[in-house]
């Protein structure tokens, strides 16, 4: 155990965001399970109709995991997020398949019920179940843009792809597997006709006038829609761009930095004063902060850098109408040290930076080159082009030359008249203020260093250094003053190389701007007051980077997935004419999400792509399963003989459409 008058503190824990993932997917599933149970009985009227997707759902989410298991993906936000992602869609196949069974018994109890309950049943899963299978089909290839993310924006996204391919993939099965037995089961009883159900016939009776107008004026609608689809390019255009959407970890991790060459009681005290200033705020469960670096390989920090962790209350804790945003603005304007620069941010997302990048910032800029001062004129001018930037919280430009060096010079001469070499003074002054292992301590199997070298107090100034004792030869003890001299100079406290070239940094702390249209002005900014030095290069780091690889992909996997889809939709069809008619009704569908994005005021990221692609999927399905039904409506007036004039046409559309609205209603609904 822990010595007498010790105790652990956890200072940060990110398990209870994991935590609260689960519990958001605990009660996605629950909310959509209760959603389904309370629309099938609302427009079917009958209980044990609702218990058939209520038992499927949970049973395909727990089945998606199993190949997760063998694939070694973890429970994530991400990974959990694909589930959630898929419920929606996973119900609806049950939902229209439930629907049709309700239609078609109910059509044979009209005509006597003669025969078997179950031939109907599995007429009627004959007849919708292609296309359900087809549509679920669609909405799993048109997640494959996804798969073929690269780096950091793929490992994050794959595990989503994956878990939302696998829960759409069992769903398809349990849809034409369990379902129809669930249903021989528990579809039994006398079905009510929909045309006793007050919400049908109301539905039916808004909706017929509706369907029956935009038949009779289909050159305006479409108009109409495409001038909609014109009116939103100006909205997307107006969209900002960045790689993900902040992400609320509940945490805020700040990060001051000072110039080289901070003292340690300096640092103590300058972190201690930041500690009790953000203590106050009313927002703050805890404070943890620390300057310097733990003694490993794989925390490069220096002294000059702080990393305090700020743990935030719950949200209804805080001060009313008090956001994320302006709250790390309060603490900004509170916490304004001369020459330490902010740069706040989120825990997670800045390991990810720093392990991806080596910038601890939303943005940074390198520059390369062979020369450290050069590059350091070059790293300071950058910083003060994009002080004044809109956007810009703050902008730091590292100093590679700002550390400070005893320095001493061995007096060549001196030294040989003691019978001294260089290596001899040099051994003395790094024994006696660097230290020396001069033997090792033993327990059991462990073997501990003993390090030997002056007290502080006879090396902590420039008259104690040079008082240092050197052992001459012939035994006499002189101060280190008599053979070399010292002086102190400025050299690079750390030197950093990429790719065989030196190379500096410049952090940009950006506030208030989608990242992807700042770095343009940025680029501009530089490239206007900033003359880069022949041999020097510059790079430009950070989340934008993974934006415009994913949309660089994108471009031209979503045109070949749109491909795939289009072959689907033609295997399903048969008719290029249908297929063009699903296709072409997708875009008008997106333009709701365009609106959205802009008068929310979200900007375009890959999660948002991720979101339109999925809308896209779902809306092709949506086509598949209007188009199922009015064809259906359209062979029955063939088979009756009452197709014959423009008119009859006409009724078989709104037959299709506005008679058939209750199961299509129940997908959106759900």
């Known amino acids: 155990g822990l010595p007498e008058g010790v105790h652990l503190e956890v200072t940060y824990d990110r398990s209870g965001l994991i935590r609260e993932s689960i519990q958001t997917l ?7 399970m209760l959603v389904v149970s309370i629309v099938i009985f609302l427009f ?52 229209i ?30 007849e919708v179940g292609p296309s359900v299978f087809f549509s679920l089909l669609i909405i799993t290839v048109s997640f494959l843009p996804v798969f073929t ?43 009510r006709g929909e045309h006793h159900n007050p919400v049908n016939r109301w539905l ?20 109409a829609a495409l001038l909609a689809m014109l009116f939103s390019i100006p909205a997307f255009m107006r969209l900002g761009s960045e790689f993900m959407p902040p992400l609320n970890e509940g945490a805020i991790l700040y990060m001051p930095t000072a110039p080289p060459g901070m003292s340690v009681g300096e640092a103590t005290t300058a972190l201690q004063s930041m500690d009790r200033q953000l203590s106050k705020f009313p927002e703050v469960e805890s404070v943890f902060g620390k300057m310097g670096r733990a003694r490993t390989p794989t925390d490069p920090a220096p002294l000059s850098m702080a990393e305090i962790t700020i743990q935030l ?14 709250l790390v603005k309060e603490m900004d304007e509170k916490l304004q040290y001369p020459g330490m620069p902010n740069i706040w941010w989120m825990p997670i997302q800045t390991r990810t930076e720093m392990l991806a990048t080596g910038i601890r910032s939303q943005l940074g800029i390198k520059v390369f080159g062979d020369s450290l001062k050069e590059i350091e004129e070059t790293a300071i001018s950058i910083e003060h082009a994009l002080e004044d930037l809109p956007g810009t919280r703050s902008a730091f430009a590292e100093r590679s030359t700002g550390g400070f060096f005893a320095d001493f010079e061995v007096k060549r001469g001196e030294a040989a008249r003691h019978g001294l070499s260089v290596a001899d003074i040099n051994m003395v002054v790094m024994s006696a203020i660097g230290g020396s292992n001069v033997s090792e301590a033993v327990e059991g199997r462990e073997r501990y260093p003993i390090n030997v070298r002056y007290a502080r107090e006879f090396r902590d100034d420039p008259e104690s250094l040079e008082q240092v004792l050197v052992a001459t030869p012939g035994g006499a003890q ?58 020097q290069r510059l790079e430009w780091a950070g989340q934008f980077q993974y934006f415009e690889r994913a949309k660089e992909k994108l471009t031209y996997v979503v045109p070949l997935t749109l491909l795939l889809v289009l072959l689907l939709l033609y295997f399903n069809t048969k008719s290029l004419a249908e297929t063009a008619i699903v296709l072409l009704a997708v875009p008008f569908s997106l333009i709701g999400a365009v609106w959205l994005l802009y008068l929310l005021g979200f900007n375009l990221s890959v999660a948002v792509w991720v979101g339109i692609i999925a809308l896209a999927g779902l809306d092709a399905e949506t086509g598949v399963v209007m188009l199922l039904y009015l064809t259906l409506a359209h062979k029955r007036r063939i088979e009756r003989g009452e197709l014959r004039s423009e008119e009859d046409l006409e009724e078989a559309i709104v037959e299709g459409a506005a008679q058939r609205i209750r199961p299509k209603l129940m997908t959106v609904l759900t």
């Open 26 to 32: 605990r009660h996605t599933l629950l909310e959509e």
């Open 44 to 95: 079917l009227l009958h209980a044990r109709s609702a218990l058939i997707p209520v038992l499927t759902l949970p049973l395909g989410v727990l089945l998606a995991f199993i190949p997760m298991y063998y694939q070694g993906l973890t429970i994530s936000i991400m990974s959990l997020g694909g589930i959630a992602v898929a419920i929606g869609a996973m119900v609806d196949a049950s939902i």
């Open 97 to 126: 398949l439930i629907e049709n069974i309700h239609k078609r018994i109910e059509l044979w109890q009209d005509e006597g019920g003669e025969g078997s309950r179950a031939d109907v049943i599995v007429h009627a899963m004959q």
């Open 149 to 191: 993310l690269e780096a950091t924006e793929g490992r994050l996204f794959k595990p989503l792809a994956f878990t939302k391919t696998y829960s759409m993939g069992f769903a398809a099965i349990l849809a034409v597997t369990v379902t129809p037995a669930l249903a021989v089961l528990l579809i039994k009883g006398k079905i």
């Open 204 to 223: 039916v009776r808004l909706y017929s006038p509706v369907v029956r107008g935009v038949v009779r004026h289909r050159y305006w609608v479409i108009g």
């Open 313 to 326: 209350k719950p949200r209804d804790q805080w001060r009313p109408g008090l956001s994320y945003d302006d």
């Open 478 to 535: 002189i101060p280190l003053s008599q053979v070399a001299t010292l002086d102190f100079k400025t050299g690079p406290p750390m030197v950093r190389s990429e790719s065989g070239k030196l190379v500096g940094f410049v952090f940009v702390d950006v506030v208030g701007r989608p990242i992807a249209d700042y770095v343009k002005d940025a680029k501009a900014r530089v490239q206007e007051r900033v003359k880069v030095p022949a041999g």
